[in-house]
């Protein structure tokens, strides 16, 4: 029998199930194949692109000799390879070729058609090619928003928008004319806007043509109060309804039935006033909408309470409602500053400030009309994390302490897994998904961690699908001493981008990320950065430090080839483990 094929049946005997990484890892340590000839990039043999510099990388059998047009190509121990190929215009054949230890061939071909992305060139008759307007999307606008459109048609025209108001033709980048610029706010008397924009362009003869826009615009009113309350304490603020593929920056979570004012839609998230000047936005399923009969008193602070119990400090904040929040953080010295919007400082506010262990003194100030902030000074470095939430209508800062002992084998450390099941993540060149080896190297982790004591907590321990959401919600309720998330990273670029890299989002995580970098760095890998205000999920929860480590990039072959190396793994797992004890030292300060 097989070698690898008696691993897999003694495996699944033992645990009950296969773990797929290891019987991987033994396929590449075993003998040598018969050629052949994988491509994880481009999928395709017939490629029509618009960027010279293409990338190809995939696997052949481990000793096959490759060739690229005639071209020797390195293959690493796995079998992968990864190759920068610079196009020249029109159609490039490439012809693969791997030739394995017994002289037999294998051929692949591959046609790129390179056409680059030809300048704008003006509009040549009278029409409108196209415009766009931002903010983007069907949208419910208030007085004093602003909508902004950018526009291209035929050059030298007369071009209106809204209430006839013009647009400015200006020039591209390379000089090219017939691209028109507006920008109007909207004004009470707008009420009756209410459809589609319409945007006209009369030429020298005075023809006009015109064209709507595809989304749709309403004017809410400012009469009366349009609110809403949150739904749970999973509810968040967004910086815009816009983002990247992790969704839009969150600005921070909301405990339940925060009351919200409503100014406006885009698309399908709210637009919430929070203080003059300073907006917001909420995804509509995460806010219970209602007029209120009446407006909400003023929220006056006049009395505020600093207490602490056997387990936690906390700040007590009475209001008159339940009022939206931000915080953030300082390090060295440690802060925790939140801001409240729609709450006044009463002149000559007191506070009732009992013995506490981890708060050495909490000020409060109005740094603008609407916003009261409480600066909670400690007596630490870096705070250790806190919980905002609220009961009745006071707002509680639950700020946790320094653990008294900072030794491993005393700390509550929360592990998640990256990815898992239908959720596979990034796929190597040599065939293993990022799934498996996040999970490899955590259990790695797990294991090495309760050798020196401390508890674990996992997000997982086999290859099973965890919504995102499940995942925060399990941490915030367990409310682990520290949380790392272990992925393995990725780019289209397999042959430039590598090495470690850590991620953060709130500035009292930034040591733990930083000292498990730091001790990554010492494994040889390249620096990938410590990178700061990160929208991960796992990177938003303020109630402990958490870092998200990207061990090395799967998708270049010399990386993946260091993490199929079991001694590798083990390896990173000494660093991390390193990297959370040098954070621990200097938590201690």
């Known amino acids: 029998m097989h070698l690898c094929a008696l691993v897999g049946i003694i495996m699944k005997l033992v645990h009950g199930r296969l773990l797929g990484v290891a019987v991987l890892l033994c396929v590449y340590q075993l003998g040598y194949g018969q050629a052949f000839i994988h491509l994880s990039q481009p999928t395709r043999e017939q490629n029509n692109v618009n960027n010279a510099k293409q990338y190809i990388s995939g696997r052949t059998c481990k000793g096959c000799r490759l060739q690229v047009n005639g071209d020797s190509v390195h293959v690493y121990t796995t079998g992968s390879f990864a190759i920068k190929q610079e196009l020249k215009t029109g159609r490039t054949p490439l012809v693969l070729t791997a030739t394995d230890a017994t002289g037999k061939t294998y051929t692949k071909h591959i046609t790129y058609y390179y056409q680059p992305v030809p300048p704008p060139a003006p509009t040549p008759v009278f029409r409108i090619d196209y415009f766009t307007i931002t903010p983007q999307g069907n949208l419910q606008l208030t007085e004093g928003d602003t909508l902004r459109i950018r526009m291209k048609a035929f050059p030298g025209c007369q071009a209106n928008w809204i209430n006839n108001a013009p647009l400015q033709e200006v020039t591209s980048e390379n000089g090219t004319p017939g691209f028109y610029e507006g920008a109007y706010v909207i004004k009470a008397s707008d009420s009756l806007l209410n459809g589609r924009i319409r945007v006209s362009l009369r030429n020298s003869n005075g023809t006009t043509i015109v064209k709507e826009s595809p989304q749709r615009y309403s004017y809410m009113p400012n009469e009366g109060l349009f609110t809403g309350r949150t739904i749970d304490n999973m509810t968040y603020l967004t910086v815009s309804p816009h983002g990247d593929r992790l969704g839009p920056q969150k600005l921070g979570y909301l405990d339940e039935g925060v009351l919200l004012q409503i100014s406006g839609r885009e698309g399908n998230y709210y637009k919430v006033r929070l203080a003059a000047g300073r907006f917001a936005y909420i995804p509509e399923p995460l806010v219970d909408t209602a007029t209120l009969a009446e407006p909400s008193p003023v929220s006056i602070v006049n009395q505020a309470r600093v207490w602490a119990d056997e387990d936690y400090d906390y700040v007590s904040i ?259 483990i390193q990297g959370l004890e040098d954070y621990l030292a200097a938590a201690g300060q």
């Open 318 to 576: 009475p209001l008159a409602n339940k009022l939206p929040y931000i915080s953030t953080q300082e390090v060295r010295p440690g802060r925790i500053i939140v801001d409240i919007f729609g709450a006044y400082a009463e002149a000559g506010l007191q506070s009732q400030i009992g013995s506490t262990l981890e708060i050495q003194q909490v000020a409060w100030q109005q740094p603008e009309p609407e916003v009261f902030r409480t600066v909670i000074n400690l007596r630490h470095a870096f705070p250790w994390g806190y919980k905002t939430y609220y009961q009745g209508d006071t707002l509680t800062i639950q700020v946790k302490r320094t653990p008294d002992s900072l030794q491993l084998r005393h700390l509550t450390i929360g592990l998640d897994a990256g990815h898992g099941g239908s959720n596979v993540g990034a796929l190597g060149p040599a065939g293993v998904y990022e799934k498996e080896l996040s999970l490899s190297i955590t259990m790695l982790l797990k294991a090495a961690l309760e050798k020196r004591g401390a508890t674990v907590l996992t997000t997982r321990t086999r290859d099973q699908f965890v919504a995102n959401e499940e995942r925060l919600s399990y941490y915030r309720r367990t409310n682990p001493d520290l949380l790392l998330s272990i992925h393995l990273n990725s780019s289209i670029n397999p042959v430039d981008i590598k090495g470690t890299a850590t991620y953060y989002k709130h500035p009292f995580c930034e040591p733990l990320a930083r000292a498990i970098y730091n001790r990554m760095l010492e494994t040889g890998l390249s620096g990938f950065g410590c990178n700061g205000d990160f929208n991960f999920i796992l990177n938003n929860p303020t109630e402990f430090p958490d870092a998200l480590v990207e061990t090395l990039f799967i998708s270049n072959p010399g990386d993946e080839e260091k993490v199929l190396d079991p001694a590798f793994q083990a390896a990173m797992v000494e660093k991390i």
